[in-house]
């Protein structure tokens, strides 16, 4: 099915697009912690950033003390002094 069709379907149906798309959910609490869910799983993890591969990408978190809070099958809450979220192809 194509993503337009995906994104239709979603709307059609009040779905959110997130769970229709398979795209990452990133939720960032001010500066101390970010939400991941939708992952498929961690490719680096140190106090100074953990890289989390998801459907569309890698979602890097850069901070310091960064401490892996939760992870369960699909999401990840990490917890530090979050500096910057960046996504990579």
């Given at each position: 099915?194509?993503?337009?069709?995906?994104?239709?379907?979603s709307d059609?149906?009040?779905?959110?697009r997130?769970?229709?798309?398979?795209?990452?959910?990133?939720?960032?609490?001010?500066r101390?912690?970010v939400?991941?869910?939708n992952?498929?799983?961690i490719?680096?993890?140190n106090?100074?950033?953990?890289?989390?591969?998801t459907?569309?990408?890698?979602?890097?978190?850069?901070?310091?003390?960064?401490?892996i809070?939760?992870i369960?099958?699909?999401?990840?809450?990490?917890?530090?002094?979050?500096?910057a979220?960046?996504?990579?192809?």
């Amino acid at each position: 099915m194509s993503e337009g069709m995906k994104r239709k379907i979603s709307d059609a149906l009040d779905l959110p697009r997130d769970i229709i798309l398979n795209v990452p959910r990133v939720i960032i609490t001010g500066r101390i912690a970010v939400f991941v869910e939708n992952h498929k799983g961690i490719i680096e993890y140190n106090s100074g950033w953990i890289k989390i591969n998801t459907s569309v990408g890698i979602v890097c978190i850069k901070g310091e003390n960064l401490l892996i809070k939760t992870i369960i099958a699909d999401e990840i809450t990490v917890e530090g002094n979050i500096t910057a979220i960046e996504f990579e192809e």
